[in-house]
């Protein structure tokens, strides 16, 4: 059955537990800048809301590329097979959510679902990262998400007008001391 990485905003501390993991699995040493997730803060507002790949099921990532280089794998994984690749760039400027990029080498890099046990949701102790089977809830929650689709910018700036606009329609609520979520 299908699985879904899931961010459940109002849960996020912003603690970046999650981007540390993560580059330590992928870059074999802490290099959150370089991590598959992302964290994005807003201090003034008190909450923080991570970006993760959507795995998309029409991936634009896979579209663009012109070298069938971006597949998707038997799990349902959009996956980078770096042999075919030619470090062009256009999957980075066809994701609209921003999860894909490019070291300074050229070669791109995105999430890959840590082959299907994700770092990140195993350093979240507060819920807001959940990799889980597809259910109704989980479907509604990523196709909400997904609905918010980011033509311009940098990487970076299409996840920050995406989780600008998430953050604006999640649930918030009053964070206690009894707090979780």
Known sequence: MEKLLLAIPNRCTGCNRCTYACSAVKEGMFIP??????I?????????VPSVCFQCPNADCMKACPEDAII??????????????????????????????????????????CGGSPACVGEC???????????KVSRKLRSQQMK???????????????????????????????YMG
């Open 33 to 38: 800048s370089k991590a598959r997730i992302k």
């Open 40 to 48: 994005n803060n807003f201090a003034h507002e008190g909450y923080s």
């Open 72 to 113: 998707k794998n038997e799990r349902g994984v959009i996956a980078i097979n770096i042999n075919k690749c030619t470090r062009c760039g256009e999957c980075v400027s066809a994701c609209q959510y921003g999860m894909m990029e490019q070291y300074d080498s050229g070669v791109p890099y995105k999430c890959d679902l």
């Open 125 to 135: 102790n507060f819920g807001a990262l959940v990799f889980k089977e597809a259910d």
């Open 148 to 178: 918010q689709r980011q033509t311009d910018g940098r990487p970076d700036q299409k996840r920050h007008k995406l989780a600008k606009v998430i953050l604006k329609e999640a649930v918030r609520v009053p964070r206690t001391a009894n």
